[in-house]
């Protein structure tokens, strides 16, 4: 190719990462050490890399016995005899706590406070109290009570006016993902690798949502969209693919002929083709071991003292093929969560990747409706407990530790430094369900105790919580609680994430005029917050209108 020939093909239209790539494959890498060298200072880097994971529990966990804990009877345990329709307490008062829960104070699944640092939690996150020093669990937390819905505000964030799922996505949105990856994800070959494709498996019709609507993936610059990450396999060929790109070119010689690069080709030094430029020679680097990394696509997530760490086996590279609602699955091609951790790590430390999303591989695992009728037969509502162990606690606790453990080149830092981890679920789950409508009704007594025992008490539910981890995170503190008597979540401060003082502390009854300025917290301030975390100033930054929680970082 001609230098005239390039710099025409410049001046009519951007030149993307691939088409750079595709160039080097062809003639190696244009320009001498001093133009390479100007072309990595005049793109806009953002200097050390930061990293983002989203772990999330899809399905919606039970948040009473998580991060919003609180301690009730657990009526399930009442003896009431047959079509009963004003037991003592009434239906529509009584509560259901999981099994084993007992009654109040004196139950072993009651809330329990970490000595250390005075977080209650809930015996859901027995398994991984040892990271609440390195946590910000926020305990007043809106869920949203539909899949798609809480699924979207958790990557998207929260707009000032509503978007439909089914609108065509506009240009100025962006996932959470999307946003950190637009900022920190130049120069990564696969910068963005989700375990998740669409809003909400089997619920939604894919002929409901063509390309452009519900969850898009090709929102921004190319290297900040969506990588579906699938099983170890599948990212090995597509590493492997990758290389192939440029290992033609390995041997090539540079070209000298574009010596005068920032004369003729970055004048625009912040242009599209600047920085595509700028993205591809690093790319093509770390490809060829230049960066000082050397990557083996077919080594890739294989080796065994870390698979040993991770506790994977080859079960745990499967995928599960689940029908939901008549419908296929269509984004759980996913190995288990210690599998995607393993990627994670490896994709991280091997200059890969810098924002991953990681979920259960098993559809509404955690969406664990339950019918009366059901509850009080076995004693009380689904455990959730080895799920989130197996899904969350174990293979978090091993990513924790390798991330601190690992150092960042020479930079004096670990990895954990510069990583922030959100942990999230769509919603919660209900402990109760109202029958005064039932009651209300003209139906016969028969009639209405068989609705009251087919209700479901274990629905979607508002009433959740949020944690965050990292180098950045302020860790052993708790913002917000659960009333005893409200059961909602009380608003806090955003300034400084205290009680509103308006609530009664301990049972979130409003004694006088709440705050103007306290809240609930949601997922578009999970959404900032994430961002702040990551040294991202969150304003402008997709559609999301919510403010971060500043007392999440560290002073």
């Known amino acids: 190719m001609k230098r005239r020939t390039l710099l025409g093909a410049a001046a009519g239209t951007a030149i993307g990462v691939l088409d750079w790539l595709s160039f080097f494959r062809r003639v190696g890498v244009p320009g001498t050490s001093k133009s390479l060298g100007l072309a990595e200072a005049a793109a806009q ?20 016995s998580m991060f919003s804990p609180v301690d009730t009877p657990n009526h399930a345990l009442l003896t009431i005899p047959a079509g009963t329709l004003a037991p003592s307490p009434t239906w529509s008062n009584q509560i259901y706590r999981p099994r084993g829960y007992g009654p109040a104070l004196g139950s072993a699944l009651a809330p329990r406070t970490h000595a250390a640092t005075g977080i209650t939690y809930g015996y859901l996150a027995d398994d991984g109290a040892e ?3 390195d946590m910000a669990v926020v305990s007043s937390h809106l869920g949203n009570t539909f899949h798609s819905g809480g699924r979207w505000d958790y990557h998207y964030g929260k707009y000032a006016s509503y978007t439909p799922l089914t609108a065509q996505r506009r240009p100025t949105e962006r996932t959470v993902m999307q946003a950190f990856c637009e900022a920190y994800g130049s120069g990564f070959p696969l910068s963005h690798v989700s375990w998740h494709r669409w809003l909400s498996d089997g619920e939604l019709e894919e002929a409901n949502y063509p390309e452009g609507t ?3 993936e090709k929102l921004g610059p190319a290297f900040a969209h969506t990588i579906y990450g699938r099983t170890p396999t ?6 492997a693919l990758l290389g192939n790109v440029t290992s033609a070119a390995r041997n090539a010689r540079v070209r000298a ?16 083709s600047a920085r595509a430029f700028d993205s591809a020679v690093r790319i093509y680097k770390q490809l060829n071991g230049s960066s000082g990394v050397v990557v083996n696509p077919a080594a890739m997530f294989t080796d065994m003292a870390l698979r040993t760490e991770f506790g994977v086996t080859a079960a745990n590279e499967a995928t599960n093929s689940t029908s939901v609602n008549g419908n296929p699955a269509r984004s759980k091609d996913s190995p288990s969560v210690n599998a995607q951790a393993l990627m994670t790590y490896e994709l991280m430390t091997k200059g890969l990747s810098v924002g991953f999303w990681i979920e259960n591989r098993q559809i509404r695992g955690y969406d664990t409706h339950q019918d009366r009728r059901g ?3 076995s004693r009380g509502q689904s455990d959730q407990k080895t799920r989130l162990r197996d899904d969350l606690w174990t293979p978090l606790k091993a990513l924790v530790a390798k991330l601190k453990a690992t150092p960042y ?3 004096g830092k670990s990895y954990w430094d510069l990583t922030t981890i959100v942990l999230a679920s769509e919603m919660g789950r209900t402990i109760q369900g109202d029958v005064a409508p039932i009651l209300a009704s003209s139906d016969p007594d028969a009639t209405k105790y068989t609705k009251i025992m087919e209700q479901d008490c274990c629905q979607h539910w508002r009433v959740n919580s949020v944690a965050f981890l990292g180098g950045n995170v302020q860790g052993g503190k708790q913002y917000g609680r659960v009333g005893t008597s409200s059961l909602e979540g009380i608003p806090i401060r955003l300034t400084d994430g205290s009680l ?12 006088g005029t709440k705050d103007p300025n306290s809240v609930i917290t949601n997922a578009g301030n999970v959404y900032a917050t994430a961002l702040q975390l990551s040294g991202i100033n969150p304003t402008g930054k997709g559609l999301n209108t919510a403010p971060p929680m500043p007392f999440i970082k560290k002073p």
């Open 234 to 239: 599948e990212m090995r060929n597509r590493l």
């Open 500 to 511: 509103d003082p308006a609530y009664n502390p301990v049972t979130g009854v409003l004694n």
């Open 45 to 64: 880097g953002m200097g050390e890399p930061r990293f983002l994971i989203y772990w999330f529990q899809e399905g919606g966990w039970d948040s009473y």
């Open 257 to 272: 002929y574009t010596e005068d690069l920032h004369t003729n080709f970055l004048r625009d030094k912040t242009g599209e």
């Open 131 to 133: 990271l609440l020093p």
């Open 214 to 216: 519900g969850y898009y």
């Open 375 to 377: 509850i009080m037969t």
């Open 409 to 411: 080149g020479t930079s």
